[in-house]
T-cell receptor, first 116, second 110 residues
Framework: DTAVSQTPKYLVTQMGNDKSIKCEQN?????MYWYKQDSKKFLKIMFS???????INETVPNRFSPKSPDKAHLNLHINSLELGDSAVYFC???????????????FGPGTRLLVL | GQQLNQSPQSMFIQEGEDVSMNCTSS?????WLWYKQDPGEGPVLLIA?????ELTSNGRLTAQFGITRKDSFLNISASIPSDVGIYFC??????????FGGGTRVLVKP
């Protein structure tokens, strides 16, 4: 069984549209994350939720809005998509946000977003 | 914010070779993690290090948490073709978030 899963794997859409990416983890972890990986493969954290509470909110346009309905899910909604939003978005989870082994992050397979 | 420099940016391997890559930070880290990303996949955890000086192996991979707590290295022994991919280090200073290095792209020598 997949530990961290994301849907969809591929998303192709027009500029200006609104889209959502979903993430689920079945590891029983308390903390979930969204990362953006650009064309140069650089991984940058966007958001982190711990027990459904927003912990990390990096300098991300407010067109991006994460939502955590429960500990096992963290979704990412993007409004008014722009060309520069094209990237691979990774969800990750960890047992806790701090604390040695508990903070080790496990990644999903990624969602490849292409904005035309 | 803290800087995390990973080198080399890319390397070519020949089957059977031992290769090494490292990460250095501008601040003291409490955690070092090494991940591998295959094309079209998410990063997969290879080795996690939590104490200065810690040396940990995972098969042909060995990683060490530098004694100064500002660096870590990853060694791959006896390379095989499936070692190709992007290797990322990630580190976390006390009270701060995990930061990723820029990755080391491992390619096969033509």
């Amino acid at each position: 069984d997949t530990a961290v899963s994301q849907t969809p794997k591929y998303l192709v859409t027009q500029m200006g549209n609104d889209k959502s990416i979903k993430c689920e983890q079945n590891l029983g972890h308390d903390t979930m994350y969204w990362y953006k990986q650009d064309s140069k493969k650089f991984l940058k954290i966007m958001f982190s939720y711990n027990n459904k509470e927003l912990i990390i909110n990096e300098t991300v346009p407010n067109r991006f809005s994460p939502k955590s309905p429960d500990k096992a899910h963290l979704n990412l909604h993007i409004n008014s998509l722009e060309l520069g939003d094209s990237a691979v978005y990774f969800c990750a989870s960890s047992q806790a946000i701090w604390g040695g082994k508990q903070e080790t992050q496990y990644f999903g397979p990624g969602t490849r977003l292409l904005v035309l | 914010g803290q800087q995390l420099n990973q080198s080399p940016q890319s390397m070519f391997i020949q089957e059977g070779e031992d290769v090494s890559m490292n990460c250095t930070s501008s601040s003291i880290f409490n955690t070092w993690l090494w991940y591998k990303q295959d094309p079209g996949e998410g990063p997969v955890l290879l080795i996690a290090l939590y104490k200065a000086g810690e040396l940990t192996s995972n098969g042909r991979l060995t990683a060490q948490f530098g004694i100064t707590r500002k660096d870590s290295f990853l060694n791959i022994s006896a390379s095989i073709p499936s070692d190709v991919g992007i290797y990322f280090c990630a580190g976390r200073p006390a009270g701060n978030k995990l930061t990723f290095g820029g990755g080391t792209r491992v390619l096969v020598k033509p």
